[in-house]
């Protein structure tokens, strides 16, 4: 079935520790999205997060060497290597705003809502941590059709299951997340 085709992230973080260009490209491919999106998030405009992005993937490539894969999913990797270069483009960014219009620092300040990244990073954390406790199919099945785009049929041809199993399982994991990310009761 199509089970054969489809390699783990550790197979492919593998690869890629051995210089597998195409291994790293499968691995860009699947996680791309969700890491702009992080990204965005974080630094609040599209041309920064794609900056960030290919910093994060850059700086994956040069580590993956020495990566000792903990779960089953690359992501949280590079959740936190994006969280850093996030972290560092708003440092930059504020210091070249120090330096170049020191009058302006109280603006500066009231721009950079930390109680807004703070909630957004651990919304992001939730929807991860919920992430790691779906199935490997699930988890598959969120990549290809929530990450990835796939349409149902796509994602089912992919996976070697039917359309009504992808169908079904993504409609039960998009209630799971929105039961994570819905504000809590007062």
Known sequence: MGDAAVRTDAELVAAAAGGSEAAFRELYRAYARPVYWLAHGLVGNPADAEDVMQE????????????????????????????FQSANRVR??????????????????????????????????????????????????????????????????????????????LSRIRTRLRAVVEPEGP
């Open 92 to 169: 930059r960014q504020q210091r070249d705003r120090r330096v170049s219009a020191g009058a302006f620092e109280d603006d500066l300040a009231a721009r950079v809502d930390v109680e807004d990244q703070v909630i957004g990073l651990a919304l992001v954390e939730r929807v991860i941590a919920e992430l790691g406790t779906l199935s490997p199919l699930d988890q598959d099945i969120f990549r290809l059709c929530a990450a990835e785009g796939y349409a149902y049929q796509a994602a089912a041809e992919q996976l070697g299951v039917s359309h009504a199993v992808v169908r079904n399982r």
């Open 56 to 83: 994060t993937f850059l700086a994956a490539w040069r580590k993956i060497p020495g990566l000792e894969l903990a779960g089953e999913s690359l992501l949280p990797w590079l959740v936190t290597i994006c969280r």
